[in-house]
């Protein structure tokens, strides 16, 4: 049985481009424009100034993109694209990302914006930390921040009532 080479040479997949710093639409035009297949994956982010809120549409990787490539492109016109500084390469090849991984994303996407999956937590649930410094301790939620996957819990702490805020990954329920 021989073991196959599975460098760039054989495969197709999506590359990761490294963007100029808040220039990441202006990579995508370009790059579109050259008949590239780019891919900027936006979150909703609240933007707070001068006593008001809006939302804005922001790079969920910022400084990155994603462009399709396969083994018959001439992938090196990338390099030299407005807004892009350069092409994420192992050696002279470049870089693939695993797998399924773009498509994953693609799927979270509604009206073109990657939605964050629901918490199966709410406030007032009882928990537990499961690790880090206050592994073991029984909490109770008492507010979400979901804009930083964390939560604010409630931790009896030396014989005080603690507001401890840890990341949703750290945390079990009860």
Not at 3 to 28: K, L, M, Y
Request: charged fraction near 20%; include cysteine.
């Amino acid at each position: 049985m021989q073991i196959e080479d599975w460098s760039f040479a054989h495969q197709c997949g999506w590359g990761v481009v490294n963007t100029q710093p808040h220039r990441e639409r202006i990579a995508v035009d370009n790059l579109t424009r050259q008949e590239f297949q780019p891919y900027c994956p936006l979150v909703r982010r609240r933007i707070r100034h001068a006593r008001r809120a809006y939302d804005v549409l922001k790079p969920l990787f910022p400084g990155y993109l994603f462009v399709w490539l396969d083994p018959t492109m001439r992938w090196r016109a990338i390099l030299s694209t407005n807004g892009v500084t350069t092409l994420v390469r192992c050696g002279e090849q470049p870089s693939l990302a695993p797998h399924g991984f773009v498509e994953a994303l693609q799927s979270r996407e509604i009206e073109g914006v990657i939605v964050r999956p629901e918490s199966s937590y709410k406030v007032g649930q009882p928990v537990r930390i499961a690790c880090g410094p206050f592994d073991g301790l029984a909490a109770t939620i008492i507010a979400m921040d979901d804009e930083h996957d964390r939560l604010v819990v409630l931790v009896n702490l030396l014989n005080r009532s603690v507001n401890v805020k840890v990341p949703i990954h750290q945390v079990v329920p009860v």
